[in-house]
């Protein structure tokens, strides 16, 4: 099972919007789930950020998610923004594949 790290937008000037990228991260990395991947979907931190403990600095999240871009084999972009741009610059340096269209992406052997 491949990690694949899900990058596209997440922040906007509202709330229904945010969520609304959220979800699409989601509905993203459960697609990429069933072609036997093992997505890494930051938006999911989401919920980390509205928890009464979650107020960390946008550094620290912007960090925390390279982290993990660095672990991954492949990376999925939705659409682009500033920090999903920049996710996909790093992916670029690092020569890992770069899918934008899920039909696009090989199935991969899913190992338990």
């Known amino acids: 099972m491949k990690r694949i790290y899900v990058a ?3 922040s906007a000037k509202d709330s ?3 969520h609304l990228n959220v979800n699409e991260a989601i509905s993203v990395g459960c697609k990429l789930m069933r072609k036997g991947y093992a997505p ?4 999911l931190c ?5 928890h009464p403990e979650g107020d960390f600095e946008y550094d ?18 939705i659409k682009e923004s500033p920090g999903a741009d920049r996710e996909l610059d790093v ?3 690092m020569g890992i594949p770069i899918y934008y269209r899920l039909e696009d992406v090989p199935d991969c052997a899913y190992t338990p």
């Open 16 to 18: 229904r919007q945010t």
């Open 60 to 77: 620290l999240w912007a960090s925390y998610d390279m982290q993990w871009l660095k672990v991954c084999e492949a990376l999925f972009m």
């Open 40 to 43: 890494f979907i930051p938006h």
């Open 91 to 93: 992916a670029q340096k």
């Open 8 to 10: 596209g937008p997440y």
């Open 46 to 50: 989401h919920y980390i950020w509205i």
